[in-house]
């Protein structure tokens, strides 16, 4: 640890440099790659809590100052970009050869190397803002509160403009997970931000209709990769949802009523690889809001919903936290989950059982892995407990109902 902490300020001071130095795109791009990948691994370098799965405070970081100074250049480099798009834009726009597909082709190229370099930079602000608002010098001098203080004072004036409805879908994205960000790590003092953004993240979840009504617009030409963006902002404002139902109640209380039948609609609409993610997103959200904002049958069924749409498989992230939480509520014997005389056990066997096949295939601590070590544990663990407790004809009913396969990673767990 203090042998990285040694070389961190140069590594980054270095990347800094060559990004701000930078005239070509692709290595302005890979600079910019490179620096969150530096970020990332400081803020991830405390590791995870066994039990929660959240993040340790982090090992190496940089200063406060020294986060100050990287952001001004990393902003610095988006607000350029910015207006390069802004220019390719507005020349294509004027082009007397709109119709020319090879005209198309390149805005789109030139676009997609724009939205590369800026996603990488958002990044590259987000890892500096959390690892700020949580090493333990900076949590003892008030950590997230000056990490608040940053974004305010430098982040704030680029993309505050981009939650815009009239902005490009790919800078909203960019905007909303900035505030995710500053909502879920900033504490107390990001709440001033949920008036402005929650209007902004409820809006989002309807994107999927409105992205087809962009004929009209220059975006219209792209409409294979605005589509996509709306994917990727729709899933990016329902974590933004999420986490203010789970750090600020007492705001997500006044929206829950329009959010709720809004998620409940993404999830049950039809399936494909394009919305998986954002469907898994909303399952979270589900589980989460059914947890702070309902009781009794409304609560129940909304956690009936969740789990039929369990488990997740395309969200390593939020399968984690899910899982977690499925073991939780069984563990307390929540009747949504479990039903009188365990007559849900079906559809809980089930998952488990599907969960233990996929784990079979995956090294401990697999970054893509659905379980944590500490969760599939907890999972054969309860698997035990159901068979001393259930009536043994339910149980092997509930059993039998698995695939070969499943059946097999349930037997070798218990046994192991």
Known sequence: TAFAQQFLSPVVQTL?????????ADPRCCMAEALR????????????DETSGSQLAPLVALSSQECSSAMVVVLEVATASVQRRSEKMAAFSASEELEAEEDQERLEEELEEEDELMTNLVDCLGYMLKTLATTPAAAASGGAASSVALF??????????????????????????????MLEFGGAAAHKYIPAVLPVLVAALDDDEESFLQQASVYGLMQIAKNDEESFL??????????????APQHFSAVHATVTPKLIALVQRPKDDDNELVTENCVSALGTIASVAFAGEQQAQLLQLWLANLPLTADEVEAKVVHRQLCDLIEQGHPAIVGDGFQRLPAVLGVFGRLLEAAEGEAPGCPEALLDAR????????????QQQVPAAQVQGAFEALSAEQQGAVQRALSA
């Open 234 to 247: 729709q899933q990016a404002s329902v974590y933004g949802l999420m986490q203010i139902a789970k750090n």
């Open 152 to 181: 305010d004072s430098l982040v704030l004036p680029l993309f505050a403009q981009f939650l815009g409805p009239d902005q490009p879908s790919s800078l909203r994205h960019n905007a909303v997970c900035l505030f995710d960000d």
């Open 37 to 48: 990948d530096v970020l990332q691994a400081c803020f991830e370098s405390g590791g995870k």
């Open 375 to 386: 969760t599939r544990d907890r999972i054969v663990a309860l698997t035990k407990q159901i």
């Open 16 to 24: 800094v440099a060559g990004l701000k130095g930078e005239l070509h």
